[in-house]
C-alpha cells in the first residue's frame, strides 16, 4: 500500500512555490491567482478533489487521508485553496449526487484544474436566517430560465466563473417546495457583480444583481422545484475535514499571541495571563472535540450533528481569543487602519477581531446553530409560530 | 487508511474497542447502583448524618471492585487504570453521591500507589482495596490553596523519626479516616508522608459547609512524630501529581453533576407549558439548553482527555488537568445557573435538587486549586515554553 503520508510529503516539498507567501502579501487577487495555478499543480499530481469518487477524477479519499493531507499542508506551509471551496465540496458533491452524467462531464474536470472558480448565489437581501424564504425568480422560457433577482454575500463572485443558484420557480408553493437549483456561467449577459465591502475594509463578498438573465434548463440541477431538498441534502453529506484547517491555525495563533503579549509587556499582568490561558483551553478543548466529530463522522459516513457546535464554538472562541489579545495590547492594539478593499487575510489583531464577527455570522449564526443545537442534538421543540 | 493523524486528531479506530466495552459495562452498572442505592432523597438525608455517607454502600463500592481499580490484582485490585476509575467518579458526580473516594481512591490510593515502599503497599492497599481502611489527604494549608507556599505544616527530619507541626485546612472525610497522607513543609520543598488517624497529637474538626455531600476537616498535626517507614518518595514531584489528580477527578466529577442538570432541565423544558407551548420552544431558553450543551460537551472532552493522558506516577506537568479543570468547574457552575434559571420558581426550592447541584459546582470550582490558579498555572507553561523557542532559535 502506498504511503499517503510520505508520498504527499515529499511531493509537497517539491512543489509548494517558496516565495508565495511574499508574492501574496495580503493581496486578494494575487492569492486567487495563486490558488488557481496552485490548484492546477495539485490536479497533476493527482492530489484533487480529495473526497471524490475516482470515476470523476477525485481520489476516493477516505476522511483519515483527507486529515492526513491537510496536515501534510499545514506543515509544508502550502498555499491555500480556499477559494475553491464552493467549487470542489458544494458543486462536486451536489454535481456527483444529483447532476446529469453530462453535467458532471462538463464541470467537474474544470473545478478539479483550476480554470473553473465556483461561488454561492444562495442568500439575499429578505433570506439570510431564513434562506429558504428566497426570491429572486426564475420564469420558464421554452428551452431556458429568465432570471430576476437579487443575491448577496457571494464569497469571491467578483473573481468567480460560476455560480450555484437557488432560484424561485414556483412561487404559489409552500416556500421550501417551489425553489430550483440552477448553475450560472458568471458571464452571462444581466449579471452584475458588486463587491460588497465588508466591516474590516475589504472586499471577500459581493453582490449579484441579476436582470433578464438567460440560464438554460439544461444548468438545472435536480427535478424542477426540488431545489430545496437537492442543496439540503448536498449540505448534510459528508464535505471533509472542513474545519480542520481553520482549527489548527487558530491553534498556531496562541503562540503568537504569547509572542506579542510578552514583547508588548502585556503577559506581566495576570489578568491577561489568565484571560489567554482561558483562550488557549478553549482552543485546545475544540480541537479534541473536532477530532470526535472527525472520528464520528468516519464511522457514521456522514457529517452528523457534531456540525453545529463545532461551528459555534470555533466562531465565538475566535471572536473571544482575537479581542483578548487585541484588548491585552491597548492603545496599541489599536493602531493601524481598516483594510484596503483588495486585501484579503490575517492583519493585526483588532482587523483579525473584526473578522472574526463575520464566521460568527456567515454559513448560519450562532443563533441559527443554538437552534439547531436544541432542536436535533436535545430534541426541544421548535417554535410553533415559525413556518 | 494509509496512515494516522498526528496533530492532535484522534482518529484511530481500532484500539481500545474492548476496553471501551469494559468501561460501558462499569458504566451502566455505578449508573444503576446509584440510581438505586444513593437517589437524590439518600443524598439529602445523609446531609443530616454524622458520618455523611453510606457505610454499606461504601462495603459494595469495595466488592464492586471501585476503590481498587487501579490496584494491581497482586494486591487485591482490579488491575486497571485511572481511565476506568474516571468513569466510576463520573457517574458519582451525576448521583451527587457523598463517598469518600475523592480522599481515599484518588488521592490516598494514588499517593501510596506512586510513592509507597514495597512495605507501604503491601500494608495499605488490599485493605483499602476491600474498603476496609480509608485514608484521606491533608495536602493544603490553612486556606485550603495549594503550593508548597501555602502549606501551614512543617517536618523536621531527625534521625530516629520525623516531627510534624501545623494546620492543614479543608481535608475531605479527615472524620473517617484511618491515616492521612500529610503533606509537609521541609525547608523550601515538600515531604510527603503516612500519618495513622490515631497517633497522638492529631485532632480532627469537622467544619460546616455549604455543600453537605462532602465533608470537610480542620486537621492539627501537634507535635506528632512519625517513623521514617511513614515517608513517601517522591516529594516534590509526587506533591504536584496529587493535586493534578485530584484536579482531574473533580473536572470528572463536574461533568458527571453537569450532564445531569442538563438532561433534567432540557426534560422540563420539553414538558413544562406556559402561553400554550413548551417552554423549550422559546428560543431564550432554547439558547441556554444549547449553550448547556456546549458547556457540558467540552467538558466531557477535557475531563477524558485530562484522564487519559494523566501520567501514572510524578513526571511531566499535566496540562490537561488544568485545562480540564479550570474549563469544567466553571462549566459546571454556568450550567447550574442556567438549569435554575430555566426551572423558574420550582428550581428556586429546597425540594428541588438544583441548589444541590450548584452547591457541589462551587466546592469544586474552589478545591484544589481555582479556575484563576489553573489558568495562571497554564499561563506559566505557555510563557515558559515561549522561552525555551527563543533559545532555541
Keep these: 500500500m502506498i504511503d499517503l503520508r510520505s508520498a504527499y510529503r515529499t511531493w509537497l516539498a517539491a512543489n509548494v512555490p517558496a516565495d508565495w507567501r511574499e508574492v501574496c502579501a495580503g493581496d486578494r487577487r494575487a492569492i486567487v491567482a495563486l490558488a488557481r495555478t496552485w490548484m492546477a499543480e495539485l490536479n497533476a499530481g493527482g492530489y484533487a478533489g480529495r473526497g471524490w469518487p475516482i470515476e470523476y477524477g477525485g481520489m476516493g479519499a477516505g476522511l483519515a487521508d483527507q486529515i492526513v493531507m491537510i496536515e501534510e499542508e499545514t506543515r509544508a506551509d502550502a498555499p491555500s485553496i480556499a477559494v475553491f471551496s464552493i467549487g470542489l465540496t458544494h458543486t462536486g458533491s451536489t454535481l456527483i449526487q444529483h447532476g446529469s452524467d453530462e453535467q458532471r462531464r462538463q464541470h467537474l474536470p474544470k473545478i478539479l484544474s483550476g480554470d473553473v472558480l465556483w461561488c454561492q448565489g444562495f442568500s439575499e437581501p429578505n433570506a439570510g436566517s431564513d434562506l429558504a424564504s428566497l426570491q429572486c425568480r426564475a420564469l420558464r422560457d421554452g428551452e431556458n430560465y429568465i432570471v430576476n433577482g437579487q443575491k448577496v454575500w457571494s464569497s469571491n463572485a467578483d473573481v468567480a466563473d460560476w455560480c450555484l443558484l437557488l432560484v424561485r420557480t414556483d412561487p404559489d408553493a409552500p416556500k421550501r417546495k417551489g425553489i430550483s437549483y440552477l448553475m450560472l456561467d458568471l458571464r452571462s449577459p444581466g449579471v452584475e457583480v458588486r463587491p460588497l465591502r465588508q466591516m474590516t475594509g475589504s472586499a471577500e463578498f459581493s453582490e449579484i444583481f441579476l436582470e433578464d438573465v438567460v440560464v438554460p434548463i439544461a444548468n438545472r440541477i435536480g427535478a424542477e422545484h426540488d431545489g430545496w431538498r437537492v442543496s439540503q441534502t448536498t449540505l448534510q453529506s459528508e464535505r471533509g475535514p472542513l474545519f480542520l484547517p481553520s482549527i489548527q491555525r487558530l491553534r498556531s495563533r496562541v503562540g503568537d499571541a504569547i509572542d506579542d503579549l510578552c514583547d508588548s509587556g502585556a503577559a506581566a499582568d495576570p489578568l491577561v495571563r489568565q484571560s489567554l490561558a482561558g483562550c488557549y483551553a478553549e482552543i485546545e478543548i475544540l480541537g479534541e472535540l473536532y477530532g470526535q466529530v472527525l472520528a464520528d463522522q468516519m464511522h457514521a459516513g456522514e457529517a452528523g450533528s457534531g456540525a453545529a457546535i463545532i461551528k459555534l464554538c470555533y466562531s465565538e472562541v475566535l471572536n473571544r481569543f482575537t479581542g483578548t489579545v487585541s484588548d491585552a495590547l491597548g492603545l496599541f492594539g489599536l493602531q493601524g487602519g481598516p483594510q484596503s478593499p483588495d486585501a484579503a487575510g490575517e492583519m493585526d489583531w483588532f482587523n483579525d477581531h473584526l473578522h472574526s464577527w463575520g464566521m460568527t455570522i456567515g454559513g448560519g449564526t450562532s443563533d441559527i446553530q443554538r437552534n439547531l443545537i436544541g432542536e436535533h442534538v436535545l430534541g426541544l421543540p421548535r417554535d410553533p409560530s415559525v413556518a | ?393
Excluded at chain 2, 487508511?1 to 471501551?20: H, N, R, T, W
Design chain 2, 1 to 393: 487508511m494509509s496512515d494516522s493523524p498526528d496533530l492532535g486528531i484522534d482518529v484511530d479506530i481500532d484500539v481500545g474497542i474492548e476496553l471501551d466495552d469494559v468501561r460501558d459495562e462499569l458504566r451502566s452498572i455505578t449508573r444503576r447502583v446509584v440510581e438505586q442505592r444513593c437517589p437524590t432523597q439518600r443524598v439529602r438525608s445523609l446531609a443530616n448524618d454524622p458520618i455523611g455517607f453510606d457505610e454499606q454502600l461504601w462495603h459494595e463500592a469495595a466488592e464492586l471492585g471501585w476503590l481498587g481499580l487501579e490496584i494491581p490484582e497482586s494486591y487485591g485490585g482490579a488491575g486497571m487504570s485511572f481511565a476506568e476509575l474516571a468513569v466510576v467518579l463520573d457517574e458519582l458526580g451525576r448521583g451527587l453521591v457523598p463517598l469518600p473516594v475523592q480522599s481515599s481512591v484518588v488521592l490516598g490510593t494514588g499517593a501510596i500507589l506512586a510513592g509507597g515502599s514495597d512495605e507501604q503497599r503491601t500494608q495499605w492497599l488490599p485493605e483499602l482495596a476491600a474498603g476496609d481502611r480509608r485514608l484521606a489527604a491533608a495536602v493544603t494549608g490553612t486556606s485550603g490553596r495549594v503550593g508548597y507556599d501555602a502549606l501551614s505544616i512543617t517536618a523536621t527530619i531527625a534521625a530516629e523519626a520525623v516531627h510534624l507541626a501545623g494546620v492543614a485546612g479543608f481535608v475531605a472525610d479527615a472524620h473517617v479516616a484511618d491515616a492521612f497522607v500529610v503533606a509537609a513543609r521541609v525547608g523550601e520543598s515538600v515531604e510527603l508522608m503516612l500519618v495513622p488517624a490515631g497517633a497522638h497529637g492529631v485532632g480532627v474538626t469537622v467544619e460546616s459547609s455549604h455543600d453537605q455531600t462532602r465533608r470537610l476537616a480542620t486537621v492539627q498535626f501537634d507535635g506528632v512524630e512519625v517513623t521514617h517507614a511513614s515517608r513517601l518518595s517522591g516529594g516534590a514531584a509526587l506533591y504536584d501529581w496529587l493535586i493534578e489528580r485530584a484536579a482531574v477527578a473533580l473536572s470528572i466529577d463536574s461533568h458527571g453533576g453537569a450532564r445531569r442538570v442538563m438532561e433534567t432541565t432540557v426534560q422540563y423544558a420539553k414538558d413544562r407549558i406556559q402561553f400554550g407551548r413548551p417552554v423549550g420552544s422559546f428560543q431564550a431558553v432554547k439558547h441556554r439548553c444549547a449553550n448547556m450543551f456546549v458547556n457540558v460537551e467540552t467538558s466531557r472532552v477535557a475531563a477524558d482527555v485530562a484522564a487519559r493522558t494523566l501520567p501514572v506516577g510524578p513526571g511531566a506537568p499535566s496540562r490537561w488537568a488544568s485545562i480540564a479543570k479550570s474549563h469544567a468547574a466553571d462549566a459546571y457552575v454556568a450550567v447550574a445557573d442556567s438549569g435554575i434559571r430555566v426551572h423558574g420558581g420550582i428550581g428556586f426550592t429546597w425540594e428541588h435538587d438544583m441548589h444541590l447541584y450548584l452547591r457541589r459546582a462551587k466546592l469544586n470550582q474552589a478545591l484544589f486549586g481555582s479556575s484563576l490558579w489553573h489558568r495562571e498555572r497554564l499561563a506559566e507553561m505557555l510563557v515558559a515554553e515561549r522561552s525555551g523557542r527563543r533559545s532555541e532559535s
